[in-house]
């Protein structure tokens, strides 16, 4: 029956999709109790009475995993509720030794927003942001034997260390209308969360960790004639593809799901509301368990804390933090420094954006900046192995030098022995070019010797100049560079070799 690929799938259905994402919080303790909140520690060490759920044991909101959600929030275009009650979400599951996990449910600290997408040719897209509500992480269960899997596994481990992580779930309304680009939309919304989160420095942003997860809804449905409202038509059944930890994973779910669910529904068959497990070697989805409704949950409000109840004026305070989105802080500054898109890519692609931002705040000019970073320093940050970031030269070195340039006192070669000076330690460019006596010569009477010494050497040359074949200077030109071991101003020098000529330039 197969014979669908995403392709025909998306041309003969209209696909609908709404990701749902899960960010880890970088916060020191955990969201409820004053465990540690790190990554890879010994199995079972970072836990206590209250993350293990026993008897007695009371949760306390952690007010810094509540201030990252809020400006999380805040970024996402969210209003931020007066008052959110906790709820127990309860299910039976051996990652959570609570037996119910505490989550928000009708009161949501951060509900109804709305985040500009761009994609990779440039068109925005916007996404409408349902909620983004705290809530804690399960533990993780590790099966032996049998292939990792839970089937056919010969016992199961449970490490509690990321029971209680606080999480941000931040859910999306269905995204409808994407047609053949739904795939490449979903991965670049989780990318613009992931870089929102980093530049709000509220989580890592690591998705091979998990700290960053997605879980990708699908659905498909008749696509009506041209014309017709889409809208109109109902939503079909969905699909959702659990914990895909990598952008390229989002964009093969898509894929995969669209052409299962068509193959099934052009046989007449039903798609199935299910949740599905993502498989990484054969980019393919396998059922989960069949998809919940929240009245499954038997959700109720926590009895054994107080709501969330940020004042105004904190959350004021808080939107006065907002970072302004990476994916719009590239386009301003491209716009600024009126870069083509190729350089802006590289500069990003390179990790040298911030560099270069840094290099144009301490004087240079745009292109200048770009130009140090993306040429000699990249090639040098390569040949040594390391980020260019890592290269023991400043930004304001580089603008440093940049300005002994503009100002005439290096040429493009003397500057390039100024930067190897700097690299070795000696110091500042202005200090490498005294300790080196690099700068250019530009005494008049020290190149006009040089110039008279090159012609005299050199009388056929002069011969030609005369002649006017002033292209001839070149010859001169050179000799006196060699002479003056490159220090001298080549313009200034061929200005020269003209006058002494009696020719006009
Ligand atoms: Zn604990």
Same mark, same amino acid.
């Given at each position: 029956m197969s014979g669908y690929t995403y392709e025909t799938a998306t041309r003969d259905f209209d696909p609908v999709f709404g990701i749902e994402v899960h960010v880890e919080l970088n916060t020191n303790t955990k969201m409820f109790c004053g465990c540690a909140n790190e990554f $890879? $520690?010994?199995?079972?060490?970072?836990?206590?009475p209250v993350c293990l759920g026993l008897p007695g044991a009371m949760p306390v909101p952690n007010q810094k995993a509540v201030e990252s959600a809020i400006r999380l929030g805040l970024s996402l275009g969210c209003s931020i509720r007066e008052s959110s009650r906790f709820a127990r979400k309860n299910y039976f599951y051996p990652d959570l030794a609570k037996d119910y996990q505490i989550s928000q449910y009708d009161e949501p600290t951060c509900y109804e927003g709305e985040l500009e997408v761009v994609l990779d040719d440039g068109t925005a897209v916007m996404i409408g942001i349902e909620r983004a509500h705290i809530e804690e992480d399960a533990g993780k269960n590790t099966h032996k034997g049998g292939g990792g899997g839970i089937q056919g596994a010969d016992y199961s481990l449970v490490d509690y260390n990321r029971g209680g992580v606080p999480l941000v779930e931040i859910v999306t309304h269905p995204i409808e209308g994407m047609g053949d680009r739904t795939a490449e939309v979903a991965r670049a919304y989780v990318a613009t969360i992931r870089d929102i989160v980093k530049a709000l420095g509220i989580s890592d942003g690591r998705m091979e960790q998990g700290s960053v997860r997605a879980d990708v809804n699908l659905s498909l449905r008749a696509k009506v004639a041209d014309g017709q409202d889409q809208s109109a038509v109902p939503l079909g059944k969905r699909s959702e593809t659990k914990n895909v930890n990598s952008l390229r994973a989002i964009e093969n779910a898509i894929h995969h799901e669209a052409g299962r669910q068509a193959d099934l529904l052009s046989a007449g068959k039903p798609v199935v509301q299910e949740t599905r497990h993502w498989h990484e070697d054969t980019k393919s989805t396998t059922p989960g368990r069949s998809k919940e409704e929240a009245e499954d949950y038997r959700y109720f409000p926590e009895p054994d804390m107080l709501p969330v109840q940020p004042s105004r004026e904190w959350v004021e305070e808080l939107r006065g933090t907002i970072t302004e989105h990476p994916a719009k802080m590239r386009k301003r500054l491209q716009a600024d420094w009126g870069f083509a898109d190729m350089e802006m890519r590289d500069a990003i692609n390179a990790d040298a954006l911030d560099l270069i931002a840094a290099t144009v705040a301490a004087g240079a000019k745009p292109q200048a900046a770009r130009k140090w970073w993306m040429g000699e320093l990249a090639r040098v940050a390569n040949e040594r192995e390391v980020p260019v970031a890592s290269l023991p030269v400043t930004p304001a070195d580089i603008a440093e030098l940049q300005g002994l340039v503009d100002a005439g006192t290096l040429n493009d070669k003397l500057a390039r022995q100024a930067l190897e000076g700097v690299l070795a330690g000696e110091g500042s460019p202005t200090a490498v070019v005294a300790s080196r006596g690099l700068a250019v010569v530009s005494d008049d009477s020290a190149l006009e010797a040089a110039v008279d010494e090159a012609l005299a050497a050199q009388p056929e040359v002069l011969a030609k100049i005369q002649d006017g074949k002033i292209q001839a200077a070149g010859a001169i030109v050179g000799a006196v560079m060699k002479a003056t071991r490159g220090q001298a101003d080549a313009g200034r020098v061929r200005e020269i070799i003209l006058q002494r000529a009696g020719v006009e330039g």
């Open positions: $890879g $520690g010994e199995p079972n060490t970072q836990v206590c």
